[in-house]
C-alpha cells in the first residue's frame, strides 16, 4: 500500500497551494481505493477534499463493507482523523506511515467523538440504503445514477440524503453521494465524492458535460448552491439539473 502513495499523488488537483497529497485504502473486500486531494480555485476552502477524504470516497461508492488500512506519505490531519473515525468508530482503522511503525486510528485520535456519541450504533459503513424516489419519468441514466447515489448518502445528523452523478464527453458516469460527520465540518459534499472517482479515472473537470443532483425538497441541508459553485469554477461547461425528490 505505502508503494501506490506516488501513484495517488498523481490523482491530487491542488491549484492552490501545489501541494500534492495521496492516499491508499483497503477495503475489507482486500481490493485498494487511491485518492489525492482536490482543491477548487476562488471558493471556499472548506471545499478542499483532502487526499484521505477522496479515497475513502473511492471505498464507498464501490460499496465497501468496511475499512481496514489506510497508507500515507504523512501522518493525518486532525480533520482527517476526525472524517476516518466516521467509517471506523471502534478506531481499529490501521495508520501507515512509511519510516513510522503501524498505529491504530484509535492511538491518533483518543478522547474521539464520533457515531455513538451521537446516538448512533454504527458509523457510515456498511451502506444503508434509504427509500428515496423521483416522480416517473424518462429512463435517464444519469438520472438514475444520481438517485442510486442519493438512496447510498449518509446523512443521519441532519436527514438532508443527497447524491450526484457528473458524466463526460466520452458518456462516462461517476457518482458521488454526500456524507456527514458527527463534527459537522469535515462533511463530504456529492460532488466532491464524485470528483474523486474522477480524477481518479484520470479524467479531469473540464471533461464533464452535464451533472444531475437528487436531494429532498425543503431539506436542512440543500447541496444545490455549494455544487453549482464550485462546478461554475471546475467546469463552467457543464449543464446541472438539480431534481427534487420524495423520502
Known amino acids: 500500500m505505502l508503494s501506490l502513495v506516488p501513484l495517488a499523488r498523481t490523482f491530487s488537483r491542488p491549484p492552490l497551494s501545489h501541494f500534492f497529497v495521496g492516499a491508499v485504502i483497503r477495503g475489507s473486500s482486500g481490493s485498494l481505493y487511491l485518492g489525492g486531494n482536490i482543491e477548487v480555485p476562488g471558493l471556499s476552502l472548506g471545499l478542499t477534499v483532502h487526499a484521505e477524504q477522496a479515497a475513502l470516497a473511492n471505498a464507498y461508492m464501490s460499496a465497501e463493507d468496511a475499512v481496514t488500512a489506510i497508507a500515507l506519505g504523512e501522518a493525518p490531519c486532525g480533520h482527517c482523523r476526525q472524517f476516518l473515525y466516521e467509517v471506523s468508530p471502534?478506531?481499529?482503522?490501521?495508520?501507515?506511515?512509511?519510516?513510522?511503525?503501524?498505529?491504530?486510528?484509535?492511538?491518533?485520535?483518543?478522547?474521539?467523538?464520533?457515531?455513538?456519541?451521537?446516538?448512533?450504533?454504527?458509523?457510515?459503513?456498511?451502506?444503508?440504503?434509504?427509500?428515496?424516489?423521483?416522480?416517473?419519468?424518462?429512463?435517464?441514466?444519469?438520472?438514475?445514477?444520481?438517485?442510486?447515489a442519493a438512496r447510498k448518502s449518509y446523512s443521519p445528523y441532519t436527514s438532508s440524503p443527497s447524491g450526484i452523478a457528473i458524466g463526460t464527453r466520452d458518456s462516462r458516469v461517476f457518482q458521488g453521494s454526500y456524507l456527514e460527520n458527527?463534527?459537522?465540518?469535515?462533511?463530504?459534499?456529492?460532488?466532491?465524492?464524485?470528483?474523486?472517482?474522477?480524477?481518479?479515472?484520470?479524467?479531469?473537470?473540464?471533461?464533464?458535460?452535464?451533472?444531475?443532483?437528487?436531494?429532498?425538497?425543503?431539506?436542512?441541508?440543500?447541496?444545490?448552491?455549494?455544487?453549482?459553485?464550485?462546478?461554475?469554477?471546475l467546469a463552467p461547461n457543464a449543464r446541472l439539473e438539480v431534481l427534487k425528490a420524495h423520502v
Not at 200 to 207: E, F, H, M, Q, Y
Not at 212 to 223: H, R
Open 90 to 148: 471502534d478506531g481499529e482503522l490501521r495508520i501507515l506511515v512509511k519510516g513510522s511503525p503501524p498505529a491504530k486510528l484509535a492511538t491518533l485520535l483518543p478522547m474521539a467523538f464520533g457515531p455513538r456519541d451521537m446516538g448512533l450504533k454504527q458509523g457510515a459503513l456498511p451502506i444503508r440504503r434509504n427509500g428515496m424516489s423521483l416522480s416517473p419519468g424518462p429512463a435517464d441514466p444519469l438520472v438514475l445514477a444520481a438517485l442510486d
Open 182 to 233: 458527527a463534527a459537522f465540518n469535515p462533511s463530504l459534499p456529492p460532488l466532491e465524492a464524485a470528483l474523486a472517482g474522477l480524477f481518479a479515472a484520470r479524467k479531469n473537470a473540464g471533461d464533464l458535460v452535464r451533472a444531475v443532483l437528487v436531494e429532498p425538497a425543503g431539506s436542512k441541508v440543500s447541496q444545490e448552491r455549494a455544487t453549482r459553485d464550485a462546478l461554475s469554477s
